[in-house]
Every structure is written in C-alpha cells, then in structure tokens.
T-cell receptor
Framework: ETGVTQTPRHLVMGMTNKKSLKCEQH?????MYWYKQSAKKPLELMFV???????ENNSVPSRFSPECPNSSHLFLHLHTLQPEDSALYLC???????????????FGDGTRLSIL | GENVEQHPSTLSVQEGDSAVIKCTYS??????FPWYKQELGKRPQLIID?????GEKKDQRIAVTLNKTAKHFSLHITETQPEDSAVYFC?????????????FGTGTRLQVML
C-alpha cells in the first residue's frame, strides 16, 4: 500500500459541477499539502495544513476549498472551475512542521483534472 | 518570496556519462533544498535533500552540492542509466515562518541514451 493515496486518479467535469478530490496518508504524518502541476510550469503550492490547522493559502481562488478533518485525510472541494484549472493536482504529506525545521514531503500519484 | 530557477530545461546524455542540473534561489534565509524525480505519469519522488549546514551530500550515484554564498545548488548523477530518464525538480524552503513552503524549479527533463 502506497504511503499517500489520492482518489480519483482522473476526473472530467463541467464548469458548473461540484466535485471533491481526496487524499489519505498512511505515514503517520501531521502536515498535508495540495499542489497544482500544470504543463510547462513549476509545481505550485496551494494549501498547507499543519496539525490540522491551515497554515498556508497561496492566493488560491475561492473556487478551490480545502478541508482537513484529521491528520490523515485531506480534501479539495471544487466548484465552478475554469478551463485553466485543468491540471494534475498532487497531495503530499510530511512530519509536522515547526518554525525551524523542514521535513521531507512525500507525494501521492495525483488526480488528473480536466475541465470541459 | 522565494524564486527558484533551474537549468537546463532538457538534458541528453549517453549512458554511463554524468549529468549535472543546476538551481539558483533568491531567499538567503532558505535552508532546505530537496530534489525530486518524476517519471512519466508517476508521482514526484524525493531522491536526495540537503540542509544549509552542509555543503555536499552523496547517496550512491547521486550527489548534491550547495553554495550558500552564491545561492545555488546542483544535482550530480554519475554513471547514468536508462532508468535515470525522468524529470528532475529542485526546490527550496526555509526561513522563519516558511518551514513548509517549498518553491519548485521548472524541472529538467533528463534523457539517458543507450
């Protein structure tokens, strides 16, 4: 079983749909992350949750809404998306971050999202 | 905020040769520098990382060097093999209050030719 599991692997949705992406980690970590990976662009950090508290929102539009009910699960709720939101959405986890420590992040396989 | 630049964008080497990928960063407070390998259709995988209190780290055929003064770090792969073909990403983070905020480079597509 992989350490970080994302579902679904692929998602096609219309601009008016509402869907959710799910991430689950089995590594005993306390920090979880959402990234967006688009072609020809660097991985972009979207949100960070550290010990279930959101510590980073990297100027993400409100049509993306994260939820972290516990340290093992992370969701990304999607509504009224735009065609430019089509991308690979990656979840990652790490040991809980402290102000002075940086912990390695482990990624899931991602959800390939296509907006029609 | 942090800005990471990565070069080259593509790199082709003959099997057995060495490959070097270079990154520069802008925030002098950054203190953690991981490297990820991403094969086609797969997740980014951490292959090596270095912290600012060391200048070099090696793990078998891969090594990373860090020059804090010049604010650049490099990935070195020796004796390249076909399975090394992938996209490699550098990243940087650090500084007070930014421990979790990785900034990635744009990636280097490495092709190892037989």
């Amino acid at each position: 079983e992989t350490g970080v599991t994302q579902t679904p692997r692929h998602l096609v949705m219309g601009m008016t749909n509402k869907k959710s992406l799910k991430c689950e980690q089995h590594l005993g970590h306390n920090a979880m992350y959402w990234y967006k990976q688009s072609a020809k662009k660097p991985l972009e950090l979207m949100f960070v949750y550290n010990f279930k508290e959101q510590t980073e929102n990297n100027s993400v539009p409100s049509r993306f809404s994260p939820e972290c009910p516990n340290s093992s699960h992370l969701f990304l709720h999607l509504h009224t998306l735009q065609p430019e939101d089509s991308a690979l959405y990656l979840c990652a986890s790490s040991q809980g971050q402290t102000t002075y420590s940086n912990q390695p992040q482990h990624f899931g396989d991602g959800t390939r999202l296509s907006i029609l | 905020g942090e800005n990471v630049e990565q070069h080259p964008s593509t790199l082709s080497v003959q099997e057995g040769d060495s490959a070097v990928i270079k990154c520069t960063y802008s925030d002098s407070a950054s203190n953690y520098f991981p490297w990820y390998k991403q094969e086609l259709g797969k997740r980014p995988q951490l292959i090596i990382d270095i912290r600012s209190n060391v200048g070099e780290k090696k793990d078998q055929r891969i090594a990373v060097t860090l020059n804090k003064t010049a604010k650049h770090f490099s990935l070195h792969i020796t004796e390249t093999q076909p399975e090394d073909s992938a996209v490699y990403f550098c990243a940087a983070t650090g500084g007070i209050g930014t421990a979790s905020k990785l900034t990635f480079g744009t990636g280097t597509r490495l092709q190892v030719m037989l």
